[in-house]
């Protein structure tokens, strides 16, 4: 039985038994922040936990390595939907130690996909469109580092105004221990 198989089965039996009762909540996050972190699967349940989070409580962005890696792109414009539209008033940027976007080897991810079948030319065409593959999929070597550029990158956002904290944090994934590396609440 394939992976999808299995989930519309469990679903089925999970609307039938209305096992959803104990998540309605509105659009709204109770707590009125939003949080930027990592896709990691180590934080799916760990990071709400050791934030003391429920279901509701906040908006949650999840991408690689917890980035934001242009000021006008898909990250950037869901945090200022959750201030502007779903009354978020705080951003916090949670990355975690041990981080695969830190170990990312581009030539070798570009590798990979040839392997599962993406062409040379597709490669050609957008190195020549003026894509930079090999820096666009590259991570970062400090996490640390990583959370502050992002912080500075929302702070710093033209549509951001000053009195939104931007906090940023890092989570060790084995723990849930967080470490405080820019409380915005100062400025």
């Not at 221990?177 to 100062?186: A, E, M």
């Amino acid at each position: 039985m394939s992976i999808l198989n299995d989930i519309v089965l469990f679903n089925k039996t999970f609307v039938e038994e209305k096992q959803y009762e104990p998540y309605i909540t509105s659009k709204y996050p109770d707590k009125h922040f939003v949080i930027l972190t990592c896709m990691d699967t180590r934080l799916v349940e760990l990071l709400p936990k050791a934030m003391n989070l429920r279901n509701g409580d906040v908006k949650m962005i999840k991408c690689a390595g917890a980035i934001v890696n242009h000021p006008f792109g898909g990250i950037m414009r869901s945090l200022l939907v959750a201030i502007y539209e779903l009354q978020a008033d705080e951003v916090f940027v949670i990355g975690h130690y041990d981080c695969g976007m830190s170990a990312v080897n581009p030539e070798k991810m570009l590798q990979k996909m040839m392997e599962r079948g993406i062409k040379q030319d597709t490669f050609d065409l957008l190195n020549y469109s003026g894509v930079n593959l090999t820096e666009w999929l590259h991570g970062f070597n400090d996490v640390q580092e990583n959370v502050r550029h992002s912080v500075e990158m929302i702070k710093n956002h033209p549509l951001v105004i000053d009195s939104i904290p931007v906090h940023g944090l890092v989570i060790d994934p084995k723990t849930g221990k967080l470490d405080v590396i820019i409380d915005g609440s100062h400025k």
